[in-house]
């Protein structure tokens, strides 16, 4: 009989547990189900929508759609959804978009910089106010180092090791991307800025109808042309003397209808222009600067130099160190060679451009 009690106390502790067990899963697996519902909802209306949009997409009563105005690329797409073009503001990861930006930029300011001449492009953006977006292109691979800067966090860095500027300018400024600015600066990083302020530029530019600029140099600094020596009596001037036997025609290079490559700035309308001209592998954009008339008519009233906002150019020959030495020269030797061949190399293409569209417009 002893046996048997205990036997019976065993089965009953047995069914307990049991109960309790089957009692813990049944709220486990009812907590689970509570908390994957509105999970497994929101997965059904998902469905349902995107059901909903293929539906759209494919069903036999949908307009075909073919745009000839629209942007290369898009004729295929309704007008209303076409974005061209776009801009280097930064958006959040949160929250509406409309309420990501609260002062859009209304020019972009791009620098071709080494981290050696940080003091100096510091000093320089602070010439500028937050109306200028900030966009540094970096050749020597150093870029989180200008954090040191307030200005560097919200500003967009790019960095491919020993590149200049039209190499970025080129693959990093089309057109469509920065077409939200109305100038764009493309400045290199030796430039003396104690003379000069941004906002006070822009209004001079606009005043005098201006598409492609650059400010007036200081007389006895980096000075290569007459036309782009700061006058100290008057706002702009357009053109200028040179030498005897320099100017075939007053109003074309270098007399008039010239900036140099240092520090032009550019209206949209130009760059959009300017951008295609520029070579893809003739990186040091010498020649261009006696080619940017062809970007603006009439380009001796709408390409200038400003006077009044004026820099100075420190020459310092940081690209050369960039170089690479050769056969016995030094590595500025070799760079120095190659941006001669690339000046001609662009004249003579640019001739045969011209020469090749005229031979057939006369065919035509």
């Not at 100096?120 to 500028?128: H, L, Q, S, W, Y």
């Not at 020993?162 to 764009?184: C, M, N, S």
């Not at 200028?240 to 520090?263: D, Q, R, Y």
């Not at 940081?318 to 050769?326: A, D, M, P, R, T």
Request: hydrophobic share 35%; charged share 25%.
């Amino acid at each position: 009989m002893g046996t048997i009690h205990r036997s019976g106390v065993h089965r009953k502790t047995n069914d307990s547990a049991r109960l309790i067990v089957v009692t813990i899963l049944g709220v486990a697996f009812g907590f689970f189900v509570g908390i994957s519902f509105p999970a497994a909802t929101f997965t059904k209306n998902e469905f349902r929508r995107s059901k909903s949009l293929e539906t759209l997409g494919s069903g036999s009563n949908v307009t075909n759609i073919y745009v000839p105005t629209n942007p290369r690329g898009a004729e295929l797409l309704p007008p209303g959804i076409v974005v061209a073009e776009s801009d280097f503001n930064l958006r959040r990861l949160w929250g509406e978009p409309s309420e990501d930006i609260k002062k859009k930029p209304k020019y972009l300011l791009t620098f071709t910089v080494g981290y050696d001449q940080r003091n100096n492009i510091n000093t320089a953006v602070k010439k500028f106010s937050d109306d200028f977006q900030i966009l540094l292109f970096h050749y020597d691979g150093r870029t989180s180092e200008w954090d040191q800067f307030e200005w560097s966090k919200s500003a967009i860095h790019v960095s491919v090791m020993r590149q200049t500027k039209w190499w970025y300018a080129k693959r990093f400024l089309h057109p469509d991307i920065v077409g939200a600015y109305e100038y764009i600066f493309i400045w290199d990083e030796d430039l003396g800025v104690e003379h000069f302020n941004g906002e006070k530029y822009i209004e001079l530019v606009k005043k005098h109808g201006l598409e492609i600029s650059q400010p007036g140099l200081e007389p006895d600094n980096g000075l290569t042309w007459q036309m782009t020596k700061r006058r100290g009596d008057r706002e702009v001037h357009k053109d200028t003397e040179e030498k005897p036997g320099w100017c075939s025609n007053p109003h074309l290079p270098p007399c008039a209808a010239f900036v140099e490559i240092m520090a032009p700035v550019f209206s949209r309308e130009a760059w959009r222009c300017v951008w295609h001209m520029i070579q893809n592998d003739l990186v040091h954009g010498w020649g261009l600067d006696f080619a940017l008339r062809r970007c603006v008519e009439p380009a001796h009233e709408k390409i200038g130099v400003v006077d009044s906002q004026w820099i100075i150019h420190q020459v310092i020959p940081s690209l050369g160190s960039q170089g690479k030495s050769e056969k016995g020269k030094a590595p500025w030797e070799g760079v120095r060679a190659r941006c001669r061949n690339e000046w001609s190399l662009f004249r003579s293409r640019l001739a045969d451009a011209e020469q090749a569209y005229l031979s057939q417009t006369k065919k035509g």
